[in-house]
């Protein structure tokens, strides 16, 4: 049973940082590209960030965190990563690790391509 699991969130106050991880017990993580989506109250799940299979694998972001957020991943402890830095308070939200073996590059921004999701993390970013 594949399992994603998220962890680190928590409130914190406009330009703080945070760093994300999501623990997957896929038997070859290395086979899945993973990332990151996010989901404000009221609002659709949205791209936040996802990286190809290799841990130094290609990377893409939405427009809205690029530049402030990092998404990485160890192959190894099969972790996915997402470092959030200079926050607003736009980016409020449940974040939600995903991974998937066959979703082809073209649909990487499609919540719905994806198989696997985590349970989520809130983040909450307000002074």
């Known amino acids: 049973q594949v399992q994603l699991v998220e962890s680190g969130g928590g409130l914190v106050q406009p330009g703080d940082s945070l760093r994300l991880s999501c623990s997957a017990s896929?038997?070859?993580?290395?086979?899945?590209?993973v990332g990151w989506f996010r989901q404000a109250p009221g609002k659709e799940r949205e791209f936040v960030a996802a990286i190809n299979r290799r841990s130094a694998g290609h990377t893409w972001y939405s427009d809205a965190v690029k530049g402030r957020f990092t998404i990485s991943r160890d192959n190894a402890e099969n972790t996915l990563y997402l470092q959030m830095n200079s926050l607003i308070p736009e980016d409020t939200g449940v974040y939600y690790c995903?991974?998937?073996?066959?979703?082809?590059?073209?649909?990487?921004?499609?919540?719905?391509?994806?198989?696997?999701w985590g349970q989520g993390t809130q983040v909450t970013v307000s002074s």
């Open positions: 995903v991974a998937d073996s066959t979703i082809i590059l073209s649909s990487i921004r499609i919540a719905a391509q994806y198989d696997y």
């Open positions: 896929l038997r070859t993580f290395s086979n899945y590209i």
